[in-house]
């Protein structure tokens, strides 16, 4: 049981109608939209703690935008591809989000938020200066994302199995 390359191909090549195209869109800026809630807590959580984030870790924070940004262009143009995409991206940023505030990160980028959450609320001491606080409102803005993504998910897996029932029919 594999991927048929000739169905697969032939799956890509179909394209979706206005309907199909508003659900994904949708579905997509689900995902979106919890995202930059999410990262505008972050910019909440600094405020509060006075705390200046790096233009570097701004610019790394960037690539959670590609796969929407890619996902927003392949709805534009009505492609099928865009269904596999929005369901990754849901899968990806809410695992790596969660992973990150709740254990640790895989890399040392994030300043502050190399703690986790836990530890955050805690209390730090980060660069020569100590950092606590973690509030209801951090918890709920991070656990939006997986919240948000589980009906992009579905949305987005619905319309792609239409999308491939409608290829084998073709």
């Keep these: 049981m594999g991927i048929n390359m000739k169905d697969e191909?032939?799956?890509?090549?179909?394209?979706?109608?206005?309907?199909?195209?508003?659900?994904?869109?949708?579905a997509n800026r689900l995902?979106?939209?919890?995202?930059?809630?999410?990262?505008?807590?972050?910019?909440?959580?600094?405020?509060?703690?006075?705390?200046?984030?790096?233009?570097?870790?701004?610019?790394i924070n960037l690539a959670v935008y590609v796969m929407p940004t890619i996902s927003e262009f392949l709805i534009k143009n009505k492609r099928s591809s865009a269904t596999g995409?929005?369901?990754?991206?849901?899968?990806?940023?809410?695992?790596?989000?969660?992973?990150v505030h709740m254990w640790k990160p895989t890399t040392d980028v994030w300043g502050i938020w190399n703690y986790n959450y836990f530890k955050l609320n805690k209390?730090?001491?980060?660069e020569g200066k100590f950092y606590q606080g973690i509030n209801w409102i951090d918890w709920a803005l991070l656990f939006i994302l997986p919240v948000a993504s589980t009906p992009a998910f579905i949305i987005a897996n619905k319309?792609?199995?239409?999308?491939?029932?409608?290829?084998?029919?073709?």
Aim: aromatic content about 8%.
């Design 31 to 59: 995902v979106l939209g919890a995202t930059l809630a999410h990262d505008g807590d972050h910019f909440y959580q600094a405020f509060r703690w006075k705390y200046r984030i790096p233009l570097q870790l701004l610019a």
């Design 85 to 99: 995409l929005v369901m990754a991206e849901g899968i990806i940023t809410s695992a790596a989000f969660l992973k």
């Design 9 to 26: 191909a032939k799956f890509l090549n179909v394209r979706m109608d206005d309907k199909t195209a508003a659900a994904v869109k949708l």
């Design 123 to 126: 209390g730090v001491m980060h």
């Design 159 to 170: 319309k792609r199995k239409e999308l491939k029932e409608k290829a084998e029919e073709a």
